[in-house]
């Protein structure tokens, strides 16, 4: 959003980071308040949630469905009470002023309250080259840097629907694609996948694990690994990063909010950061038991929350059932 274009209208009651369990449920919640909600997310298949094969134990629903399946549930039912879903990635936030702005891939955001709600799907550690080879490369948005690499080939590594859905972006301009898939399957829905296996300017490499990016100025390949056969090295200009890994994804708040040891988001009994108005819920808090259902209820938790911060009442409404 350009600057001259923004009304009051373009600032939220409240912007949740992340789409999963947690972050679907709250914004489910804020929707019953009538809090004018916003929820940005990398994807379904980005968290924890939305790759898990199957789901057994969530309560009400019988039987065994997919995480996926299950995330697009508890989304449509938030969409029913008029929160609007983005597909974006928060690179950097400012959160201490009384309207908080986040920037992501596509635009700006700004909201008088926000839950962080990203999950703990981060990766612990770069790969061979990536640091060095950052921003010459090296790039973790094809929507920003796609343009750069006209007429070349380039890889993308993940196989999320941000990994399948930027690979596609990508294949608008590249000469060619190749799709480094982690596992064995893509981590889509099915359209999805067949859509990016039947473009002719993508390669689609299934289990094809990324091991270290080539180049001494500027990239120039990748070193990548299969099974049951030896390495091998891609030719390609630019390589654009979205894997995932176990810990908390917070890299995008960059000193804004506190932290403890392990790069968890420390809350008080109310959800809330170190900032006011921002609270946290689910495994970005590092709980010890991960399962969908406890994120689901911290995500209620940090709505009851935020919306009682909004209106600036001590105690949170009797009627939140």
Same mark, same amino acid.
């Given at each position: 959003?350009?600057?001259?274009?923004?009304?009051?209208?373009?600032?939220?009651?409240?912007?949740?980071?992340?789409?999963?369990?947690?972050?679907?449920?709250?914004?489910?919640?804020?929707?019953?308040?009538?809090?004018?909600?916003?929820?940005?997310?990398?994807?379904?298949?980005?968290?924890?949630?939305?790759?898990?094969?199957?789901?057994?134990?969530?309560? %009400?629903?019988?039987?065994?469905?997919?995480?996926?399946?299950?995330?697009?549930?508890?989304? #449509? +039912?938030?969409?029913?009470?008029?929160?609007?879903?983005? /597909?974006?990635?928060?690179?950097?936030?400012?959160?201490?002023? $009384?309207?908080?702005?986040?920037?992501?891939?596509?635009?700006?955001?700004?909201?008088?309250?926000?839950?962080?709600?990203?999950?703990?799907?981060?990766?612990?550690?770069?790969?061979?080259?990536?640091?060095?080879?950052?921003?010459?490369?090296?790039?973790?948005?094809?929507?920003?840097?796609?343009?750069?690499?006209?007429? /070349?080939?380039?890889?993308?590594?993940? %196989?999320?629907?941000?990994?399948?859905?930027?690979?596609?972006?990508?294949?608008?301009? =590249?000469?060619?694609?190749?799709?480094?898939?982690?596992?064995?399957?893509?981590?889509?829905? !099915?359209?999805?996948?067949?859509?990016?296996?039947?473009? !002719?300017?993508?390669?689609? @490499?299934?289990?094809?694990?990324?091991?270290?990016?080539?180049?001494?100025?500027?990239?120039? #390949?990748?070193?990548?690994?299969?099974?049951? /056969?030896? $390495?091998?090295?891609?030719?390609?200009?630019?390589?654009?990063?979205?894997?995932? #890994?176990?810990?908390?994804?917070?890299?995008?708040?960059?000193?804004?909010?506190?932290?403890?040891?392990? %790069?968890?988001?420390?809350?008080?009994?109310?959800?809330?950061?170190?900032?006011? %108005?921002?609270?946290?819920?689910?495994?970005?808090?590092?709980?010890?038991?991960? +399962?969908?259902?406890? =994120?689901?209820?911290?995500?209620?938790?940090?709505?009851?929350?935020?919306?009682?911060?909004?209106?600036? @009442?001590?105690?949170?409404?009797?009627?939140?059932?």
């Amino acid at each position: 959003m350009a600057e001259a274009n923004r009304t009051p209208e373009s600032v939220y009651d409240l912007i949740v980071i992340g789409g999963g369990p947690a972050g679907a449920t709250a914004g489910l919640y804020a929707g019953r308040a009538a809090l004018r909600t916003l929820v940005l997310d990398r994807g379904l298949t980005a968290g924890a949630l939305g790759s898990a094969s199957r789901i057994g134990n969530f309560p %009400g629903v019988l039987g065994e469905v997919s995480g996926r399946e299950l995330a697009e549930r508890i989304r #449509g +039912q938030a969409e029913s009470f008029g929160v609007r879903f983005e /597909q974006d990635r928060v690179l950097r936030v400012q959160l201490a002023a $009384d309207v908080k702005e986040m920037w992501g891939n596509k635009g700006n955001y700004r909201g008088r309250a926000v839950i962080v709600a990203t999950g703990s799907m981060g990766r612990t550690q770069t790969l061979p080259g990536e640091e060095r080879l950052l921003g010459k490369g090296v790039s973790y948005c094809a929507t920003c840097d796609g343009f750069f690499f006209q007429d /070349q080939e380039v890889a993308v590594a993940g %196989g999320t629907d941000e990994a399948v859905e930027e690979g596609l972006l990508l294949a608008r301009v =590249a000469r060619r694609v190749h799709l480094l898939v982690p596992t064995a399957d893509l981590k889509t829905a !099915p359209e999805l996948a067949a859509q990016v296996a039947a473009h !002719p300017k993508v390669a689609v @490499r299934p289990a094809t694990r990324l091991r270290e990016i080539i180049g001494e100025r500027v990239v120039s #390949g990748v070193r990548v690994s299969s099974p049951g /056969q030896d $390495d091998e090295v891609i030719p390609v200009a630019g390589v654009f990063l979205y894997l995932q #890994g176990g810990r908390p994804v917070t890299d995008f708040l960059a000193g804004e909010l506190e932290l403890d040891s392990a %790069g968890c988001l420390r809350v008080d009994g109310d959800l809330q950061t170190s900032v006011p %108005g921002v609270f946290a819920a689910g495994d970005v808090l590092c709980k010890h038991l991960k +399962q969908a259902v406890i =994120a689901a209820a911290e995500g209620a938790r940090a709505a009851a929350a935020a919306e009682r911060y909004l209106a600036g @009442r001590e105690s949170l409404r009797p009627d939140w059932s």
